[in-house]
Each structure stands twice: as C-alpha cells, then as structure tokens.
C-alpha cells in the first residue's frame, strides 16, 4: 500500500492483492522505520469500520489510519470501482481530501 502526501491531500493507492487482502481482513497496515529506535516508525492503516459514516482521516501518535465505512468498504473491494473519495475538515477551517485508489497498473 502506497501512501501519498500532497499539500491538503492523502492518497492510499493498493494494488490488487491488497485490494484483495482489505476485502478478506478489514484492514491493511504499512510500518515504515524513520530511525534507530523501535518507536521511530510511521504506522498507517486503511480500516474498514461498520461505526463510521464517512471516509475519514484519524491521526494519532506515529499513526495515520484512514477508516471507510464497512458498507462502502465492501461495495469498493467487489466491484470495479477504483476509487473512494472524500473530505474532512481539519485546523485552520481547511479541509483534507482523502483519496483511496486501487492501483491496477498499465494494461497494454
């Protein structure tokens, strides 16, 4: 899973054995190591939740988990759908676009 950082946008692209694998477990989960120390990591999470209305973005300590809701979850991971998209508000009265994308590659 790719994530993708831009100005007032995340973006999570997966390509199809993740898509795969979220469809069968609910959650896909990337660690990237930023040092030395076990807690110098960046944890980020694409969560399936049956209590969230709306794709959204939660920030907590080293972590970023972009939760869709279990509806939208299991309509996106069975059809040919690409993408899920949708906003937050965040500080300042600004908001934050999230983009969930499944990464099909080049078809020739």
């Known amino acids: ?3 993708r950082l831009e ?5 999570l692209r997966l ?5 795969d694998a979220f469809q069968q477990n609910g959650k ?3 660690i990237v190591p930023l040092g030395l120390a076990a807690a110098d990591q960046l944890t980020y999470t694409l969560e ?3 209590a969230t209305p ?5 920030h907590e300590a080293n972590r970023i988990r972009v939760v869709v809701p279990a509806l939208v979850a299991d309509g ?3 059809t040919e759908e690409v993408s899920l998209r949708g906003t937050t508000q965040v500080s300042g009265n600004q908001v934050l ?4 994308e499944k990464d099909l590659g080049c078809k020739h």
């Open 97 to 100: 676009h999230i983009l969930v």
């Open 7 to 11: 100005d007032n946008t995340l973006r």
């Open 54 to 58: 709306a794709l959204t973005v939660r």
């Open 1 to 3: 899973m790719k994530l």
């Open 28 to 30: 896909l989960e990337t």
């Open 15 to 19: 390509d199809p054995p993740e898509v």
């Open 48 to 50: 399936r939740d049956p």
């Open 76 to 78: 996106w991971t069975s």
